[in-house]
């Protein structure tokens, strides 16, 4: 079915694509009548004809352009989130400087000891409120710390309290906001920057499911059994467990809709309200944390939202640092064309390297210098003969600055017939009779060597 609020606009496009009868374009929501999962359609439609004009039917075709519209939506608000960071911050600052000023003022004018206590306390008034505004002021920028795809060990409650102050600022006073602490620290490996958006998705969420009077409350836990849980996205996470909900008692999610509330562009919202993405987007950070969210409601009575977070053990770092594949070594490898060239490139690349090859040394330095490639070390296969340029190509490999690996390959002769500078100046001599697992091997070894 075309969403109920693009249905107009679509109507529009086939009476312009009728009325011109060119091709036209345009994009619209379509949503499925069974499982209510939203799509976002790219269509370009032309009218057919018969010769006397008859309207015989439409040509077309329709593109599922659903991921390039997340990906712009996110481009757009992530454009809009800095532009916004950079206001925020410099007007927070400049209000921070103006409560000082009040702060200080109402300490110049505070009365001598018992002189005037009612003066006394009005001045006291005075230097509370501006504390507390300019530590809520210090929240605020405290949103904008740290960067997005940046891990770090951090403690949830404290997490939690900073950014459960604000919300108490910014929700509706008909709705009541509480905060409950685990008794224990809870330490927990996050991107910090995410953890307090989806924190404040779900509080928003919540208040936003509560058209009148109604509570939210944010509550802290710590499993080391699996409790009994019926909507699940992504993986429980290993014992022990860290667990943020969130729980409101307003209207509550229809239980056909809950199977798909993680879905991208769901949502029950105006559509000038809600975008579809907040728990599409607390599903993809969980995710990424090894963690899962689940949800339980019940129409009419409420909802509770649990994000699920392993227990920081403190080994995160080194688990992560193990998983980074290293980079591909890259080799430019520089002789005669011909099939000795091509075998030893063949060979390098079984081996896991990423091989350039090139016939005329003349190139090499100019190769060495462009950005096409980050090369980590330069093979020079030496035939049966020798010529000046091997010997300056090697003098400017070994002057390069940063250094660079140099082997040298020797074909057709053994190692004593060559010159001598030649064979002290590189990081690497490959005999002609060397096996070939001999070979991958050095290589190897060569490279797990730090540069001098």
Not at 1 to 21: F, L, W
């Amino acid at each position: 079915m075309i969403h109920q609020a693009d249905v107009n606009e679509m109507r529009q496009h086939v009476r312009r694509a009728i009325q011109t009868g060119d091709t036209v374009s345009t994009s619209f929501r379509i949503r499925h009548s069974r499982t209510g999962r939203v799509a976002y359609i790219l269509e370009h439609r032309q009218a057919l004809r018969s010769e006397g004009g008859l309207l015989l039917g439409f040509e077309g075709v329709w593109l599922d352009v659903s991921r390039q519209t997340i990906a712009e939506r996110r481009l757009s608000s992530a454009a809009w989130r800095d532009t916004l960071a950079a206001l925020t911050m410099g007007l927070a600052h400049d209000f921070g400087n103006i409560l000082a000023g009040i702060h200080a003022l109402a300490e110049t004018l505070e009365p001598e000891k018992n002189e005037d206590i009612e003066l006394d306390d009005r001045v006291g008034l005075i230097k509370r409120n501006s504390l507390q505004a300019s530590e809520l002021i210090r929240r605020v920028l405290s949103l904008h710390q740290g960067k997005l795809g940046v891990f770090d060990y951090a403690d949830l409650n404290s997490l939690v309290t900073d950014l459960s102050d604000l919300v108490r600022k910014i929700i509706p006073r008909r709705i009541q906001f509480s905060v409950s602490h685990c008794e224990k620290p809870l330490p927990v490996y996050v991107d910090s920057v995410e953890l307090r958006q989806v924190f404040l998705n779900l509080a928003m969420n919540a208040v936003d499911a509560m058209p009148h009077t109604g509570k939210v409350s944010c509550t802290t836990y710590h499993y080391t059994e699996v409790p009994k849980l019926v909507y699940l996205q992504g993986d429980f996470p290993r014992l022990p467990a860290i667990c943020l909900a969130v729980e409101d008692n307003g209207l509550g999610i229809p239980a056909r809709n809950l199977p798909k509330i993680f879905d991208p562009f769901f949502t029950t919202k105006p559509v000038n309200k809600g975008s579809g993405l907040g728990l599409y987007n607390a599903r993809l950070f969980v995710e990424k944390h090894h963690g899962a969210i689940s949800v339980d409601s019940t129409e009419g009575s409420g909802t509770l939202f649990r994000v699920w977070l392993p227990e920081a053990d403190f080994a995160e770092i080194e688990r992560v640092n193990e998983q980074i594949e290293p980079r591909r070594r890259c080799i430019l490898l520089v002789g005669t064309l011909g099939r000795s060239l091509d075998t030893t490139a063949e060979f390098l690349r079984r081996c896991g390297f990423f091989v350039v090859t090139e016939s005329q040394t003349e190139k090499v330095p100019q190769l060495l210098d462009s950005f096409d490639y980050e090369f980590d070390g330069v093979l020079l296969q030496l035939v049966d003969y020798s010529d000046q340029q091997t010997g300056q190509l090697l003098q400017e490999l070994k002057e390069r600055r940063p250094p660079i690996k140099t082997i040298l390959q020797i074909i057709g002769r053994n190692v004593d017939e060559n010159d001598a500078s030649w064979i002290r100046s590189v990081s690497l001599t490959i005999p002609s009779d060397l096996p070939e697992p001999a070979f991958g091997q050095k290589m190897r070894e060569l490279f797990d060597r730090p540069t001098r």
